[in-house]
């Protein structure tokens, strides 16, 4: 981690660095051998969109199914070769295990991954795939202490899901990329869960151009960042309900939150039935297969933001696909059968 002894104060949180546009690009460099560098296609004519430009970043397609590949790979990368050849841990509902077990296998270290017993069935499997051993949990207070377990008995180094330098500045790397695709949006939508993808997306745009909007989303019964925006600090949740396991974190932490502060102007909610609406209208008409979690930014665009951007140069971001074919049909016909005339 570079240091922050000689940066501003509003270059740093809590004394930890934020990422520089200079830091981005480097480390988008570096990972090119790692991860994909993921398409942008740009559509003017869906409807119920009013000939709003839409430009969809199609991270699902990348290594490991989601955008975490970038976080996991920058985290571990940064390990000398003692602390990686401990193997590493970590805490997730399922793409972050299974971006940390792709890179520990890509890597040649190990992983064990703790996971909820809700995870997807896919997920896990995906991350037996990639060689990780899987821990359960019955709730992520559990999973939390059986991570610390691992790391004082092992001596396994913790990547967080969502938290710290270099998890931002990997999702830094998804910003700074787009920007180089798309450097003319008016605004971008990002999924929100725990914030760290929000946090280092925003930060590389905003560095990159400063006029560009960013607006999170996310599920109504999994709204960590929009509580702690109300209550101006970082808060722990309750229990959460929604179809987008992907987005619920059990809260929010100091240095994304503070990011997401800085560079996202606003954050909407979305329920489950438009998040389904959302998954069978990118299956109508951009012919792609998508987790909850990874339809929120099109249902932002669909609903609480159609207007705010209508006629506008909009950047959608498709986060991830990690879902099994059973959940898929289910939450397709369930949107069918719920169907309601767009205006």
């Not at 665009?301 to 705010?308: F, H, I, S, V």
Request: overall charge neutral; glycine content about 6%.
């Amino acid at each position: 981690m570079p240091t922050s002894t000689h940066r501003p104060a509003h270059l740093t949180i809590n004394g930890e660095p934020i990422p520089t546009l200079d830091e981005i690009a480097a480390q988008h460099f570096a990972l090119t051998p790692w991860v994909m560098r993921t398409p942008v296609f740009e559509r003017a004519d869906l409807p119920s969109l009013d000939n709003t430009h839409v430009n969809f970043k199609f991270e699902l397609l990348q290594a490991s199914g989601s955008f975490k590949a970038r976080g996991a790979f920058t985290n571990l990368l940064a390990l000398g070769e003692d602390r990686k050849s401990a193997g590493v841990t970590c805490v997730s509902a399922g793409n972050h295990a299974a971006a940390v077990a792709y890179a520990a296998m890509r890597l040649g270290t190990s992983a064990k991954v703790v996971m909820f017993d809700t995870a997807s069935p896919a997920r896990i499997a995906l991350c037996r795939k990639y060689q990780a051993e899987v821990v359960m949990a019955s709730s992520p207070a559990e999973a939390f202490e059986i991570v610390r377990r691992i790391e004082a008995e092992e001596g396994r180094f913790f990547v967080h899901p969502f938290n710290g330098y270099h998890t931002i500045l990997g999702t830094a790397t998804l910003g700074y990329e787009w920007a180089t695709q798309t450097p003319d949006l008016d605004a971008v939508i990002v999924p929100i869960g725990g914030g760290g993808l929000a946090a280092g997306t925003s930060t590389a745009l905003r560095l990159a151009n400063p006029r560009v909007h960013v607006y999170g989303v996310e599920p109504e019964g999994a709204d960590a960042m929009s509580r702690s925006f109300a209550a101006n600090h970082p808060i722990r949740m309750g229990a959460m309900h929604t179809i987008a396991d992907s987005l619920m974190a059990p809260h929010t932490e100091e240095y994304s939150y503070e990011l997401c502060r800085r560079h996202v102007d606003r954050i909407v909610t979305v329920s489950d039935d438009a998040l389904r609406a959302a998954m069978l209208y990118l299956f109508t008409h951009l012919k792609v297969a998508v987790e909850p979690a990874c339809a929120a930014a099109t249902a932002a665009l669909l609903g609480p933001l159609r207007e705010t951007l209508q006629g506008k140069r909009v950047g959608v971001l498709l986060s991830g696909t990690n879902i099994d074919s059973t959940a898929l049909a289910a939450h397709l016909e369930h949107a069918r059968l719920h169907r309601t005339p767009r205006p």
